[in-house]
């Protein structure tokens, strides 16, 4: 009885895991058309001088899915955790509206990835788990399986994703078992996609460095500072959220279109920080990452990705938070840096860890996506930062699942 049971349940697992391995298949493959179509689209706007034409086109599109389906200008991830809490199917118009509008905006625009992602990765999920006829009472089960896997390749950070939707309750059933099928669908997602797209750190860091006790001290100044930077980042976010209920949802993105034509304006003309390409090549993280800046200039585009972030996030365009929160701490980190400009590397990451746990909680999310994301080891500072941002911002989250 024990050896058929044994074999019964070797069984189950290994359709289990064939099945995590053709989620992870089919989502690295989405991930790395989507990522072509994001540089693709971003060469033709810049080289043609379309990028004004281009922001107009976002605005009218954005607005009219918001008209034809509300739920469009949630962000992906709240979105995604909707439709998985009632384990329903990301409608397929829903999904492709969304694919298309994260074309339009990550080409141009400084915001982040993983928002969309997660919702790709759901639907993604659940398409297959109804192709293949698995009970219908799993399609949450792997949906999630399914955003961890669109995640973990078009972040580069398989690991960090399945923690990352562990940290966030993403779904209903997170155990063991959860961990090794996601980790399996993101491992497979990422090897597709870096060979098609590129093995290339998002956060690089040339330099060799070593760290040593008294580098706690500035470690802890940064989870400080982080956590004030994360509150005063929810409070405008709060403030244009308040703006953005004034105005009909279908034409909050239309609009907002003066100011976020005069913030990209600004990054575009007057920043010495390629912010724009943020979302498309990770510029700006490798700037920050590889060259002290004057501290006038980072302050100067911490607070311009800052008011990108709210007004983007309030008005229903289509993105995420995680990169400009990676940009946002390893500006903070190189501000740090001055003090010793040998360790920019070691407080760079710092900064990211320290910023990306400040605003969304996730301390072990931060720690693992800042190592994969740098192709570095994990490094004590880098967790004291975290930490100190986790004790003093616990109650701080900029995207709040209600």
């Known amino acids: 009885m024990k050896i058929l049971f044994h074999r019964n349940y070797i069984f189950y697992k290994t359709k289990e895991a064939l099945f995590a391995i053709l989620i992870g298949i089919i989502s690295g493959l989405a991930a790395s058309f989507l990522d072509f179509l994001v540089q693709f689209v971003h060469k033709i706007a810049f080289n043609l001088n379309l990028v004004y034409v281009q922001l107009l086109v976002l605005a009218v599109y954005v607005s009219f899915i918001n008209y034809l389906d509300k739920g469009f200008a949630t962000p992906g991830l709240i979105l995604a955790l909707k439709f998985l809490r009632e384990n329903v199917v990301v409608p397929i118009i829903v999904w492709t509206a969304k694919f298309f509008g994260v074309v339009l905006s990550l080409s141009i625009l400084p915001i982040g990835r993983e928002g969309p992602a997660m919702l790709l990765g759901t639907g993604l999920g659940q398409y297959l788990a109804e192709l293949f006829k698995v009970p219908k009472g799993q399609l949450s089960y792997w949906g999630t399986i399914g955003a961890s896997a669109f995640v973990g390749a078009f972040l580069k950070t398989p690991l960090g994703a399945t923690f990352y939707v562990f940290e966030n309750r993403f779904g209903k059933i997170l155990n063991v078992d959860f961990i090794i099928n996601a980790l399996t669908a993101s491992t497979v997602s990422y090897t597709i996609y870096i060979y098609l797209r590129g093995l290339h750190p998002i956060i690089p860091i040339h330099n060799h460095f070593d760290w040593n006790v008294l580098d706690i001290i500035p470690a802890i100044v940064l989870g400080i500072v982080t956590s004030f930077v994360a509150l005063i980042t929810l409070l405008i976010y709060e403030f244009f959220k308040y703006l953005a209920k004034l105005v009909e949802e279908p034409y909050r993105p239309i609009s907002v279109l003066p100011l976020l034509l005069l913030l990209f304006t600004i990054a575009y003309h007057h920043s010495s920080i390629e912010l724009l390409n943020l979302s498309v090549n990770y510029k700006p993280i490798e700037q920050i990452s590889t060259?002290?800046?004057?501290?006038?200039?980072?302050?100067?585009?911490?607070?311009?990705?800052?008011?990108?972030?709210?007004?983007?996030?309030?008005?229903g365009y289509p993105g995420g938070i995680i990169?400009?929160?990676?940009?946002?701490?390893?500006?903070?980190?190189?501000i740090i840096a001055h003090i010793d400009p040998d360790k920019l590397g070691l407080f760079v990451l710092s900064g990211a860890a320290a910023m990306l746990c400040a605003a969304m909680n996730v301390p072990i999310t931060s720690v693992v996506m800042i190592s994969e994301m740098s192709h570095q080891t994990l490094v004590i500072p880098e967790i004291v930062a975290v930490l100190t941002a986790y004790f003093l911002a616990s109650s701080v989250k900029l995207l709040k699942n209600k």
Do not use: D, K
């Open 323 to 334: 990169l400009p929160l990676i940009f946002i701490g390893a500006s903070l980190g190189n």
């Open 291 to 315: 060259h002290l800046f004057p501290i006038n200039i980072l302050i100067g585009t911490i607070l311009l990705e800052i008011l990108f972030l709210a007004v983007l996030l309030s008005f």
